[in-house]
């Protein structure tokens, strides 16, 4: 497959960056030399492969990184990838924290890039934890055990949908903010739609 070169679009989004700009151009240029096709995903550029998505550039408050979305099926020989939250299951990032590093790193990101878009090719994907392996908070147990038309909604939902619930509602510290939470997306839930629908 030839590499259909830099998309004008992911060239303007960059253009506007007010962080990490050197080091996501950098970024840019090593992905740029394999067969991907460049788009802007997710506000992000994003690096496919026969439509299947293979890495993402991003930018956080502390770091930049690049994001292999099949990450947890990579061999890892440096050792580099991280798991962002125990709760994402196939992406794997690779933390940056200054232009020289990315520098000093260019001959492994290029092997671990070929490493991605191989993984890509193969077709392999990342086994995912079923929906009733995540966690019901007690506060949504309880709602869901008292109101059967908002048991019947939850449980008509996809299974992706299912779990952006409960990973949002599981991610509150405090019962109270769990309990708005469920009380906010509870309309939602009713009308069939996900947390970000």
């Not at 996501?24 to 992905?31: E, F, G, P, Q």
């Not at 550039?57 to 580099?80: S, T, V």
């Not at 299951?89 to 290029?110: H, P, S, T």
């Amino acid at each position: 497959m030839r590499n259909p070169g830099p998309n004008p679009a992911v060239g303007e989004h960059l253009a506007k960056a007010t962080k990490w700009r050197e080091e996501t151009a950098k970024l840019r240029s090593i992905v740029l030399e394999y067969p991907l096709t460049e788009e802007v995903k997710w506000g992000q550029p994003c690096y496919m492969f026969d439509g299947g998505n293979v890495v993402l550039i991003h930018g956080f408050k502390e770091y930049c990184a690049l994001l292999f979305f099949k990450g947890a099926l990579m061999k890892d020989p440096e050792g580099i990838l991280i798991q962002q939250t125990e709760n994402v299951q196939a992406g794997r990032q690779i933390r940056f924290g200054d232009l020289q590093q990315i520098i000093r790193m260019e001959g492994v990101l290029k092997a671990y890039i070929e490493e991605a878009i191989e993984v890509e090719k193969s077709g392999l994907e990342v086994k995912h934890r079923e929906t009733s392996e995540f966690k019901v908070p007690e506060e949504f147990q309880r709602r869901l055990d008292e109101d059967t038309a908002l048991k019947a909604a939850f449980g008509a939902l996809t299974p992706g949908r299912q779990r952006g619930y409960l990973l949002y509602f599981a991610g509150a510290k405090q019962a109270k903010t769990r309990e708005s939470r469920i009380e906010k997306c509870a309309p939602q839930i009713l009308a069939g739609k996900g947390l970000q629908d």
